[in-house]
């Protein structure tokens, strides 16, 4: 199986972070600096995203089994949006190395459907599919958009992220493969028993604040809920951001320092 491409920097507690659909590990450029002070931090971009886009996606076994080669012992594994449900899914497969995961903006269940109101109308993400097959770079930039709608942002330090990502862009068939990875994988019925952070922003416009009142009944003891932000609060709002992250590795004696 061929490897996938990493960036590691930083020492420490090795902390695995796992970006979200469309985008690359270039999101997390503004956190590393911070992030590395504490941790030995492993970017790793999806198969089909990035550096990785050569590589097929496939289904969220699929993608476990490519990433599994990359998750080290006693790892902790930050999961953003899709990253979030594929960190769920390594929790499970990988149970003795995987310690704790800080899932930001995720949901154990991406779409609305049954008993499970807390997420996207599947609609949306089939219009998603649609518009990938005519117009892949302005759906692409879309999603992206719609991730800080509502949030005071400086457009300029949004636009310039957006064109970083976009200059390492995903394979139109690994997008396909995540718009059906998030049509389908559900943990809601399965929760972590790792320790686990869930962070929520409550402008959200992808994963309805809701969820925040549901995870606590699903047996989840860490949720933290960013008022202001939405579905980027390490872009929007790093330093409580930074401040969440903190107070559970101290709450749930899960130490990266």
């Known amino acids: 199986m061929t490897a996938l491409y990493t960036n590691i920097t930083g020492q420490g507690r090795p902390l695995v972070l796992l970006h979200g659909w469309g985008m690359n590990s270039h999101v997390w450029q503004p956190l590393l600096p911070e992030l590395a002070q504490y941790a030995q931090v492993i970017c ?5 995203h990035g550096a990785n886009s050569h590589l097929p996606l496939g289904t969220v076994a699929e993608a476990v089994k490519q990433l599994a080669l990359h998750i080290p012992d006693d790892a902790i594994i930050m999961g953003w949006s899709l990253g979030g449900l594929i960190a769920q899914a390594l929790a499970h497969a990988l149970p003795e190395r995987v310690t704790a995961l800080i899932l930001i903006a995720s949901t154990p269940k991406f779409v609305a459907e049954g008993d499970w109101s807390h997420g996207v109308s599947p609609d949306l993400l089939a219009l998603f599919g649609r518009s990938l097959q005519t117009d892949y770079l302005g ?3 879309r999603f992206f958009a719609l991730q800080f709608l509502s949030t005071k942002t400086d457009t300029r330090v949004v636009n310039a ?5 976009m200059q390492h862009p ?3 068939a690994a997008l396909e493969d995540g718009l059906a990875i998030l049509q389908t994988a559900d943990f809601s019925q399965t929760p972590i028993k790792q320790p686990t952070l869930w962070m929520l922003g409550k402008l959200d416009k992808l994963i309805p604040a809701s969820l925040a009142e549901v995870l606590p009944e699903m047996g989840y003891q860490h949720v933290a809920m960013l008022n202001s932000a939405a579905h980027v609060p390490f872009v929007t709002h790093p330093e409580s951001f930074m401040e969440h992250i903190a107070a559970f590795l101290d709450a749930s004696d899960v130490k990266i320092y």
């Open 44 to 48: 790793i971009d999806l198969p089909g």
């Open 139 to 141: 759906t692409v930039k």
């Open 161 to 165: 992220l957006r064109d970083t990502i």
């Open 170 to 172: 995903a394979s139109v």
